[in-house]
């Protein structure tokens, strides 16, 4: 095979599903298409627009028979990303856009739609969460279905041989679909991140995928041996040591995690008998079945963002209250928790029509904030009312963000009570009991937990915005972002404090931050008296088998030891002697 007498050189990139692979390379072109410019006639601009009205048809087609062949499969619910892409073709942001630079430019097809991306690209690479700003790798496919059908260039079907290791600069949702058919072993692309859809799906179908690995297609060719470790390394040409031991690895990987799903359906209880809830963090439904597999007691936090994004038109409270009951009828009696949309002047630019650019978006217009505005308040309130009547199918819980204090939890309350009344007076039916909760996201929420406790249901504490606004970090700025720690004194004595608030009213508390699915921290987070952790379906059976051969008085000795010592260096350092040993060993 091709690449023996090279030389071993080993690439990093974004973990995006975890697992081993070792195989050969497999080479899949899907480069952006070489696009003709071309000035055309005043007379010529009608029959370019009807070019592009042709070819939108013609890619929704072929995503409709995308959509069609996973909907056929018994039990799998990935079709509904072939459905957002075809809401994306008909946004009129795409769409009018295009149409009017081929009018007023005198343009081509081909080159207005290019142009249009090229615009699409920056609003979306200007979006600060890493969930909302990966959509755009949608618009992207979508437009490259569109140009293949101006251009008449045929997509080539993806045919690797079984077992192989797939490396591309890029892949769409719908590769990912095929791939998964050819039973492929790995995936491994330049772009994308771990909150695409290609991730998401890779993670649901269990195949290792390491993305973002700068210059592979360059390095690599069909054949090539490679090894793919989903924590985000990529071997090129490794010599008989290394793949003997990662063989090694990935049989004692495999063991482990067969081990460690023995205790699927196994409470996350210690050996003296406190339990501590497990519960996953999700995105689209298409992610409940890997939870599930994984030990998942239910859903902690249920994004609902998606519904909002590359549209044309606002969700309606029918299509909230269809994607409700379907995660409901999914979980079979299990739990879940909706948080109301957390969309912002950064995030919503593809249906704002008074879109103004902030200067620091994460402090600006955004969340509950934007709920409580004229503008937004019938659009929360229609994702209330849908909460309320799915109430009826299974156990619901609504959540509130970004509350910074009793104020606005007082209004977004008001918005759910003329929700219900409205309901009542319809005579619609509705769940009267959902629990009713909100995010500890702020440092002000954190301080004022007693009052915020007085008139909640429950808290659940969001460590990725609580640790950047309390350090005043940019998680997305390279020359701070080092700063960023969960374990700095001042984030433990916040929700420590947020914790004892919440049980002195008889509350509970989750953490469904970053920091909650680390197994290394789970006996701390034990320790300071958090109920339950939500977090990525691949970390719960990790911290259930943690949780499971300690016990609370090691937790409360160990919370008690960290609390006392005085920088983040001495807390990790110290956390990091007392868990080596604790943790399951996953090499």
Known sequence: MGGSLSPEERLRGTGASAGIAIGRAYIADRRALRVMHRHVEAEEVAAEVT?????????DGELERAKQKLEERQGEDHFRIFEAQQLILHDEHLVDETVRR?????INAEWALEKTAEHIRKVFAAIEDDYLRARGEDVTWVIQRIMRSLTGEVEVDLSPPPDAIVIAHGLSPADVASLRRAAISAIVTEEGGETSHTAILARAFDIPTVVGVEGVMSKVGTGDLVIVDGDGEVIIHPGAEVVKEYRGRARR???????LLKDRDLAGETEDGVRMGLTANIELADEIESAISHGAEGIGLYRTEFLFMNRPDLPTEEEHYHV????????????????TFDLGSDKVASFRSDHVNEQ??????RSIRLCLTEEGRPLFKAQLRAYLRAGLRGKIRIMFPMISGVDELRE?????????????MEGTPYAEDVPVGIMIEMPSAAMTADLLARESDFFSVGTNDLIQY?????????????LYTPLHPAILRLIKGVVDAAHARGIRVTMCGEMAGEP????????????????????????????????????????NEVMALATQDEIERHLLAKMRDRLPDQA
């Open 324 to 339: 409700a009951c379907s995660v409901l009828d999914m979980l079979k009696g299990r739990p879940a928790t909706f948080r």
């Open 360 to 365: 620091n978006p994460a402090l600006g217009m």
């Open 102 to 106: 081929i009018t007023a430019d005198r």
């Open 253 to 259: 990987l495999a063991a482990l995690e067969q081990e």
């Open 412 to 424: 977004a309350k008001r918005v759910l009570e003329e929700a219900r009344r409205e309901l009542n």
């Open 51 to 59: 070019r592009l009205r042709d070819a939108i048809e013609v890619a």
């Open 520 to 559: 290394t921290l789970a006996l701390l987070l034990l320790g300071l008296g958090l109920d339950e952790l939500s977090m990525n379906p691949a970390s719960l059976p990790v911290v259930k088998r943690v949780l499971r051969e300690a016990t609370f008085t090691e937790a409360r000795q160990l919370t």
């Open 470 to 482: 309390s350090l005043a970090i940019d998680r997305e700025n390279e020359q701070v972002s080092y």
